[in-house]
């Protein structure tokens, strides 16, 4: 199994010289890929703009977008935009896409919350892919481009935590780029099954099954469970607080560094391809104490 670890692009007061260090230090160690996510309506970096900086900060970390909500963008320039970091990054780039589960963002770019839909996901899917394989799709003198690095694309995974848009993304995802909100390893392996055999039902080869959970370390701080609590309280702002408070006591991963090792290990044994660790605050410490258990 590998493992990645993602950016703390939701930390707030974020700057550009942690996020380097973050990176730089992901890209030295044993991670797997370097992944961070989209949202419109909060503090954090653009996500296709970080794909730039990441593409010159690092140099063999795979690069994880996800999730991206293609619902948000032009769907033809969406396809430039990525192709143009799989480019920038030699073909290490990897994207999740899914639907978002909040309206403020599609409100704030003036998208039609009405477009979130499988069926819209499936199709704007299918117009990255398109674009990509170098099809005029929008009929003017040449084709959109530039071509990405990786052969047919980069690979796509829905981003998803239930059973039916599981199914319903075999049709077009390479997999899935999934998350457990209370790193509940059974719950994971039930999803994996669904996703296995939904691939299998559409004749297509083995899905790439990767997830993720928050985490913090007694090891980095003193009270790792306030600190996952801390982290939702500012990420999770478009849900009532005592929705936020009510789940947080069984949010992710909070303990030693053993414990977190044990967890892994337990990922590993149902199949897990990828497990892609979400820090709760921005101490860069955490990227060199989680790679000394890997």
Excluded at 62 to 85: M, R
Aim: glycine share 10%; with cysteine; proline share 6%.
């Amino acid at each position: 199994m590998q493992v990645g670890m993602t950016l703390p692009v939701m930390e707030p007061d974020v700057d550009p010289a942690l996020l380097r260090e973050w990176a730089t230090r992901i890209d030295a160690g044993p991670w797997s890929t370097l992944s961070f996510g989209e949202r419109i309506a909060f503090d954090n970096p653009d996500i296709l703009t970080l794909l730039g900086a990441v593409s010159a900060w690092t140099s063999r970390v795979g690069i994880a977008a996800t999730v991206v909500v293609p619902q948000l963008h032009d769907p033809v320039h969406l396809a430039k935009a990525l192709a143009t970091a799989d480019r920038l990054c030699d073909g290490r780039l990897s994207i999740g896409l899914g639907v978002g589960g909040r309206e403020e963002d599609y409100r704030a770019v003036g998208a039609d919350w009405g477009t979130r839909t499988m069926a819209q996901l499936a199709e704007r899917a299918d117009v990255l892919r398109r674009v990509w394989a170098g099809e005029n799709t929008t009929g003017a003198t040449r084709p959109v481009g530039p071509r990405p690095a990786t052969e047919g694309g980069p690979e796509l995974l829905v981003g998803t935590l239930g059973r039916r848009t599981t199914e319903h993304a075999a049709r077009w995802a390479d997999g899935l780029a999934g998350m457990t909100l209370t790193a509940d390893v059974d719950e994971t392996a039930a999803l994996f099954d669904v996703a296995r055999k939904a691939w299998a039902d559409e004749g297509r080869p083995a899905p790439r099954l990767t997830t993720s959970f928050w985490f913090a370390l007694a090891e980095a701080t003193d009270d790792p469970r306030g600190q996952v609590h801390a982290h939702l309280r500012h990420y999770m702002n478009w849900l009532p607080v005592e929705i936020v408070d009510a789940l947080a006591p069984s949010a992710g991963f909070a303990g030693t560094l053993g414990e977190l090792r044990a967890l892994l290990d337990r990922f590993a044994e149902i199949g897990t391809d990828e497990v892609q660790l979400i820090p709760t605050g921005g101490d860069p410490r955490q990227v060199d104490l989680v790679a000394g258990i890997l």
